[in-house]
C-alpha cells in the first residue's frame, strides 16, 4: 500500500469513528442504551448496536461528503455480514433470533450533519 493511500485510510479510519461516536450520542439522547460498538463476529462488524426497551437495533454507519453519497456505499454484500453478524448476535439474547429486532442506517455527511433511517433494511 503507498504511503498516501495509507494516509487517506487512516484518515477514513478516525473520520468513521467520530462519525460512529457523533451517531451513538444522537442514540444515546434518544435514551436508548449502547450494547456494542464495532460488534464482531464470525459473519462480520456491526458498528452500533443499541437497546430500545426489549427490542435490538443494529446500525450501520456511513460517512461521506453528503448524506446521498454515504448511502451509495451500503451494498449488497455488507447488508448481507450485518445480517449475518446480528444473527450471532442475537444467538446470545435471552430470546434468540425471537428477539424483536431493527436495522437502521445513520448517514452523516461532511459537516457531522446525521440522517437517521429507521428500519432502512426492513425485508
Not at 469513528?17 to 442514540?27: F, K, L, S
Not at 464482531?40 to 448524506?67: M, P, T, Y
Amino acid at each position: 500500500m503507498s504511503g498516501e493511500r495509507a494516509a487517506r485510510g487512516g484518515t477514513s479510519y478516525h473520520a468513521g469513528r467520530v462519525a460512529e461516536d457523533i451517531v451513538a450520542e444522537r442514540y444515546r439522547r434518544r435514551g436508548l442504551a449502547i450494547a456494542g460498538r464495532r460488534w464482531r463476529g464470525a459473519g462480520g462488524e456491526i458498528d452500533l448496536i443499541v437497546r430500545d426497551g426489549e427490542a435490538v437495533v443494529f446500525i450501520e454507519v456511513k460517512k461521506s461528503r453528503s448524506h446521498a453519497r454515504a448511502a451509495e456505499r451500503l451494498g449488497e454484500r455488507q447488508i448481507a455480514r450485518l445480517f449475518s453478524a446480528a444473527s450471532e448476535f442475537l444467538a446470545g439474547e435471552p430470546k434468540g433470533q425471537l428477539t424483536e429486532t431493527r436495522f437502521d442506517v445513520a448517514l452523516v455527511d461532511g459537516m457531522g450533519r446525521v440522517e437517521i433511517l429507521e428500519n432502512a433494511l426492513a425485508a
